[in-house]
C-alpha cells in the first residue's frame, strides 16, 4: 500500500470510496477538487494498493490551522490501518507547511468515526455546529 497526491483521473475511484461508505458528496465536484488542487496539490491524498485507489482524504489549510474531511477507506480495506496512515501522512504535510492545530467535524452519534479519532489523539471540543443554507 502506498500513499501519493491524488491525481485527477483518480475521480471515479474516489466517489466510488464515497458512496461505498455513504459519504456526502457535495461541494467534491471534479471541477472544485481541480481548482483546489491547483492552489495545493499535496492536501488531497490517495491509498494506493496494486494500482487500484482503496482510500481517500481531504485537507486544506486557513493560517495556522488545517481541517480535513471526506476520509474514507474501502469497507473491504478497513481496520488495516489504511485510515490510520492517511491521517498521519496529512498531518505530516499540515505540520511542514506550519499547521498547528487540526480540527475536524464528526458526527456525535457516529461512535465508530469517535472511536478512530481518538486513537488518533483527536479530542472532542464543547462546541456546537450552526449552519445556514444560502443555496
Ligand atoms: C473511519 C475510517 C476512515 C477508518 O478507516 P480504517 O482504515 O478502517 O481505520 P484504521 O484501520 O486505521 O483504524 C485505526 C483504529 O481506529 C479505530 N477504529 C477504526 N474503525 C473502527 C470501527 N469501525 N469501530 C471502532 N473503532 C474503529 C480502532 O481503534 C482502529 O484500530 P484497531 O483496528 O487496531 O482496533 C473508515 O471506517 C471509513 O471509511 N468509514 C466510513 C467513512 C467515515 O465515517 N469517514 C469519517 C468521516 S468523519
Keep these: 500500500m502506498k500513499i501519493r497526491n491524488f491525481r485527477l483521473n483518480d475521480y471515479a475511484q474516489v466517489l466510488h470510496i464515497w458512496r461505498a461508505t455513504n459519504l456526502d458528496q457535495e461541494g467534491a465536484s471534479l471541477d472544485s477538487i481541480a481548482k483546489q488542487i491547483s492552489w495545493d496539490s499535496e492536501l488531497i ?64 452519534n457516529s461512535r465508530q468515526a469517535l472511536s478512530f479519532y481518538r486513537s488518533l489523539g483527536y479530542q472532542v471540543e464543547q462546541l456546537v455546529t450552526l449552519s445556514k443554507s444560502i443555496g
Excluded at 61 to 82: C, H, K, M, T
Aim: aromatic share 8%.
Design 45 to 108: 491524498l490517495v491509498a494506493e494498493e496494486d494500482e487500484k485507489v482503496i482510500g481517500v482524504i481531504m485537507g486544506s489549510i486557513d493560517g495556522n490551522r488545517a481541517y480535513f474531511y471526506r476520509l474514507s477507506v474501502l469497507p473491504e480495506f478497513q481496520r488495516r490501518g489504511i485510515g490510520h496512515q492517511l491521517v498521519s501522512e496529512l498531518e505530516n504535510r499540515f505540520r511542514a507547511k506550519g499547521v498547528t492545530e487540526v480540527v475536524i467535524m464528526v458526527n456525535q
